[in-house]
C-alpha cells in the first residue's frame, strides 16, 4: 500500500527549522499516520457537535499531547476537521468538517 502525498509532508518542517531530530521524528511516524488519522476521525465524529480537543484525543487514544497536535493540524490542513472556534481547558474544539 503506497502512502499519500499528504502523509509525506512534515507540516512541522518550518517550525522546527528544518532541524534534523524533526526530520527523523517524522520520518518515524510516516508507516502510522493513515492509522491515527483514522482512529482521530473516529474519535472526532462520535463527540458529534460538542466536538474534542487534541487534549482529549490524546487522553482518548493513550498518546502524549505531542504524538497527537500534529496528527489534528494535519487532518485540519486537510480540511477534514475545522476548528469551532470554541476553546475547551485552553485548547481549540475540533469538529467533523
Known amino acids: 500500500m503506497s502512502t499519500p502525498l499528504l502523509d509525506l509532508i512534515d507540516i512541522t518542517d518550518r517550525k522546527h527549522r528544518g532541524s534534523q531530530e524533526s526530520r527523523d521524528a517524522h520520518d518515524r511516524v510516516v508507516?502510522?499516520?493513515?492509522?491515527?488519522?483514522?482512529?482521530?476521525?473516529?474519535?472526532?465524529?462520535?463527540?458529534?457537535?460538542?466536538?474534542?480537543?487534541?487534549?482529549?484525543?490524546?487522553?482518548?487514544?493513550?498518546?502524549?499531547?505531542?504524538?497527537?497536535?500534529?496528527?489534528?493540524?494535519?487532518?485540519?490542513?486537510?480540511?477534514?476537521?475545522?476548528k469551532s472556534g470554541l476553546r475547551r481547558a485552553g485548547a481549540a474544539v475540533l469538529l467533523v468538517r
Do not use: N, P
Not at 34 to 53: D, K, N, S
Not at 56 to 76: D, M, P, T, W
Open 31 to 82: 508507516q502510522t499516520k493513515r492509522i491515527m488519522h483514522e482512529r482521530i476521525m473516529v474519535l472526532v465524529t462520535a463527540r458529534g457537535e460538542y466536538g474534542v480537543t487534541s487534549k482529549e484525543i490524546a487522553y482518548a487514544l493513550g498518546k502524549q499531547l505531542h504524538a497527537i497536535s500534529g496528527r489534528c493540524s494535519e487532518l485540519v490542513m486537510q480540511g477534514r476537521l475545522k
